[in-house]
């Protein structure tokens, strides 16, 4: 019941994600991100956020790899697995 819940208040937050509120967001978990890397994750976020689940987690990942340097991913892989 909680992951059914969750969704859908990740996907909320998600829609009304910018660049900044990424750059804070990131901070906060210990993720260093540039407003470069921001400005392409979120979009890439805001377009597959109905499909932010532990299935396809790893695909979209795999999808997003290349935007943004290998140490920010690896952060970034560590800290979606925190919310999904």
């Known amino acids: ?50 499909n932010l689940n532990k299935e396809n987690k790893n695909r979209l990942l795999n999808e997003g790899r290349n935007l943004v340097k290998p140490q920010t991913y690896s952060k970034i892989v560590t800290l979606i697995d925190r919310f999904i």
């Open 1 to 50: 019941m909680v992951i059914k819940m969750a969704n859908p208040m990740v996907n909320m937050y998600i829609s009304t994600l910018t660049p900044d509120s990424a750059i804070k967001l990131a901070k906060k978990y210990g993720v260093d991100l540039t407003y470069d890397e921001a400005s392409k994750i979120v979009p890439f976020l805001k377009r597959n956020k109905n």
